[in-house]
């Protein structure tokens, strides 16, 4: 390098640098459900950040390079490899390779980043960490149950109160099923009367039946070209988006009847009715999992049940209006991702979390614990003659499980006070001649300090029973900074 | 994607596939170690898989793409990014980014992958996980002390014993200032020298002389061209190298000796002794932060205090040969890192672990546990009708803390029970007909059948206090899985 060269210090678009208190929500989550997962028998699988392309399902074989959408690169071998962009993918590629050694059924959870190369913006990142539970190998109902069960265990462990989250469960058998009966063949049809569906939410009843019929012209003037369903059919699918009820049961009752008839409908309702038991017995009930027929999910590849995690909360916008939190992870059963490697259908179902959207959801619940991000006692440094004692005063907070340091900088009092409260450190800790000498030490409330500082105490009522400052002997150094410590202000 | 295009199923060059055992000893050690971090007063951070390739010091202005060393791709607005080769290059960036914001020192520690364009072979993969800590913004050798108090309780907090690993300690201004002193002015022969000191453990002083002085040819007739000392020079440098003594004090006096005169080198001791007091108040004696004047560390960064983590554990190579296990992580002082991007000097130090070799350290040292890769306990599938109380079985286990799944593949019991076993699940549950019509179940001890199976317990032993199997009333389920789950076979 030049000496004169000096990059320009800037994080990469659509990447961000997390500190401690988005982290440390982070960690948390993770370590709750997959301590959750771990007592479903999941084990834990790492697969590394790279995938080549074409086990990606990224590559077409007839294009020389992959798919916009990934971070690629060539090997020195000449092989395309791209970072994987879920923990799905690498999932099937791991079982497809090991298969004949693996216990079957082979049930996995994951966590880490995954990365799209997609247009960065407010909110949207290129690398971010997902946190998935699957099971390879089992075609049975319940196996889909026990996934929705981990979903609904998995958010209160996470914090989030019964009540204040639910796991909405669909069957794409059902839906097909029901396309059958009225005479849908063609799968650009059937597509477009999912795409149709999905926009319940936004469009409420009699924007989706134009959709599922001949199209619809929004407010711009654009038009969206429809399903072209006739309107016994569109009126049918519509029956069947509110189909459901105020439980599990009666909305199994109310589907039968919307739905009658199709072998892959009945298909469906079979397998919702065991799921249904499977969860009842888990002592998981209609409030934290539920039959919602108007659950879509976009990815092509579900192939039965479907479910989907959403937060009832309401949360406040950018405008400050009021917005349902809405889905913060989902899957569902992929049957045919294995077979893509093998030619064999093997029967897979799971799901996933994304953890930021988790913490972000938390955020919104007011679940957040306000210690996170609390910094270490400092002990200030008068005189640096005398090192050495702070260092023995940071090494016996340390020993009695407190997080304390020695002030590492070359300022002086004032800025390593501030320091201090920039740290939100919880204590400062003071020794001068006067105090080496006499034995004692000086200790700095700052949490105190800054409960003063916010208006949430009064001075007169705490100077009493919690002062300021105090100076007392050494030996009562731990006691004392514990005090503060433990203390809830 | 054709129909008929199947992808090879494979794990590309120089990455793996890390199943659960592996996962829980790395994560096991992440945690122990972060935990030491923040009592310290560090906070974590956590910064993006790329940098751009400018910002690594990867990138050659005057070429068109980085450095062949990392994985790097052209972004689609033509800037170059590449995933991090170790955490301290990012540390850089994000302290130059964001100076004026931090609290000062920055004190930050932080745990990833990173990635590293190499050629693969045995053991050496192009991902793996580095921990990193390190203060930016202090130029006290307090700093350093630091470091090497958290390297040195890093260890044990990992389950290393006193004893089996010791942090070893030099500084880089010694030797700058003893070849000052002999009249080495070059900065190519200074290179030459280090590169010469670094052989001592595999040359001994007789071959490090060589190459200190005119050269060396080896076994095979190499030869290998010295750094042209003089005889008296290179007997000044063999014993600098030499100066290690029974404890860090006598270490120094010894140094003071053998170095005398320049005034890097003075500076170097009046270094050490600094990093003496301050590691002797915080506890850390000889035993587990030794001076050994003959540390290197390869990277040209380092300005100051070098130091290297090293387990004194005797190991086999893969030849059966007795070897020194040796370095498990490693630091220093490298003032000029982030002025790269400033051009103001910034007083930085820290280390780094790797922690996949962390992990093959606690192996080799006998520190892992067994219970790691225990799995749940499953719940047969005698009577598929019967799932519901399998279920619930199943459900009352988790909820007191019990790992427990019901098997959910499409086979019978034998097949159900070599699952079981490959799983090393503690113990099978099983429900037939008899069991539900008389409110019992059968418990069956897969530790002890593992046990009896590997000869660690006699049957007859056994037979009285801990059947191989036990019918027990509905009731009983969880204290007799208990029974078995807490036992030590």
Chains 1, 2 share one sequence.
């Not at 390779?97 to 799209?116: C, N, S």
């Not at 064999?344 to 679940?367: D, N």
């Amino acid at each position: 390098m030049t000496e004169t060269f000096r990059p320009d210090a800037r994080t990469p678009r659509g990447f961000i640098d997390k500190r401690a208190a988005d982290l440390r929500a982070e960690r948390r989550i993770i370590e709750a459900v997959s301590a959750v997962y771990e007592r479903y028998g999941f084990e834990r699988l790492d697969t590394g950040a790279f995938e080549y392309a074409d086990a990606l399902g990224k590559f077409l074989p007839d294009s020389d390079r992959p798919n916009e959408g990934v971070f690629a690169l060539q090997d020195d071998d000449e092989q395309w490899m791209a970072l994987r962009y879920d923990l799905t993918a690498p999932l099937a590629r791991f079982s497809a390779q090991f298969w004949e050694t693996l216990p079957k059924p082979f049930r996995r959870y994951a966590f880490g980043p995954v990365w799209r190369n997609e247009k960065p913006g407010p909110g949207r990142f290129r690398e971010f960490i997902q946190c998935d539970a699957d099971t390879v190998g089992s075609s049975r109902p319940e196996a889909d149950a026990e996934m929705i069960a981990m979903m609904a265990e998995g958010l209160e462990a996470v914090g989030l109160p019964q009540g204040q989250a639910v796991v909405k469960i669909n069957n794409r058998k059902l839906l097909n099923g029901l396309l059958t009966t009225v005479g849908v063949q063609s799968e650009p049809q059937r597509l477009a009367v999912l795409r149709a569906v999905d926009k319940l939410d936004r469009l409420g009843a009699d924007g989706v039946r134009y959709l599922l019929g001949e199209g619809r012209k929004d407010e711009s003037g654009a038009f969206t070209p429809g399903a072209k369903l006739n309107a016994g059919a569109a009126e049918r699918v519509l029956a069947f988006l509110g189909a459901g009820r105020e439980d599990r049961g009666a909305t199994l009752s109310n589907l039968a009847d919307v739905i009658g008839g199709s072998v892959e409908g009945d298909e469906g309702l079979a397998d919702l009715a065991k799921i249904d038991a499977a969860l009842t017995r888990m002592g998981v009930d209609h409030d934290r999992a539920a039959f919602d027929p108007s659950i879509v999910r976009g990815l092509e590849y579900y192939t039965g049940a479907v479910f989907e995690a959403e937060l009832l909360l309401e949360t406040r916008d950018e405008h400050g209006h009021a917005v349902r939190f809405g889905s913060v992870g989902g899957g569902g059963r992929y049957d045919d991702l294995v077979a893509r490697f093998t030619g064999e259908r093997q029967p897979a179902t799971g799901f996933s979390f994304g953890v930021s959207r988790l913490a972000a959801a938390l955020r919104a619940a007011g679940r957040e614990a306000a210690s996170d991000v609390r910094g270490p006692v400092v002990v200030i440094v008068f005189d640096p003659q005398a090192m050495g004692e702070y260092f023995a005063v940071a090494a016996e907070l340390r020993a009695a499980g407190i997080a304390a340091e020695v002030y590492l900088g070359g300022s002086g009092m004032k800025a390593q006070m501030k320091y201090a409260d920039r740290r939100l450190s919880p204590a400062a800790v003071i020794l001068g001649g006067d105090e080496i000498a006499a034995g004692t030490v000086t200790i700095k409330d700052l949490d105190l300090g800054r409960a003063l500082a916010a208006g949430i105490t009064d001075n007169r009522q705490w100077r009493e029973d919690r002062p300021g400052q105090a100076t007392v002997p050494r030996a009562e150094l731990v006691a004392s900074v514990r005090r503060i410590v433990d203390a809830v202000s």
